[in-house]
């Protein structure tokens, strides 16, 4: 059975740091890119952030850039991320999601069922 749970989020006041984790199972982890979305109240889900299946390659959303790391332990079944200077705006729902990226997997695209991320004072 595949699951993604993520973990870590929470209230956090402005400028302060968060770091989210999402734990898999049921799937060869190694062989999947992970990514994090985030979606805010009223608005559509949007990536933040990837990471390639070994992690030698990310992506970020230019919002987060530079605030934000994306990391993963494929002897821990995890990826990471990591948020500092948060800002109001960065509140929402953060998703963490896998698609298979290797030949007999490509096609894969799981979902974790969120984390709550407010910034507020």
């Known amino acids: 059975q595949v699951q993604l749970v993520e973990s870590g989020g929470g209230l956090v006041q402005p400028g302060g740091s968060l770091r989210l984790s999402c734990a898999a199972s049921?799937?060869?982890?190694?062989?999947?890119?992970m990514s994090w979305y985030r979606q805010a109240p009223g608005k559509e889900r949007e990536l933040i952030a990837a990471?390639?299946?070994?992690?030698?390659?990310?992506n970020y959303a230019d919002s987060v850039k530079g605030r934000y790391t994306i990391s993963r332990d494929n002897a821990k079944n995890t990826v990471y991320l990591q948020m500092n200077s948060l800002k109001p705006e960065d509140t929402a729902v953060y998703y963490c999601?896998?698609?298979?990226?290797?030949?007999?997997?490509?096609?894969?695209?799981?979902w974790g069922q969120g984390t709550q991320v407010t910034v507020s004072s």
């Open positions: 049921g799937f060869t982890f190694s062989s999947y890119a």
């Open positions: 990471i390639s299946t070994y992690g030698g390659s990310t």
């Open positions: 999601n896998a698609r298979g990226a290797r030949a007999g997997v490509r096609g894969d695209d799981y």
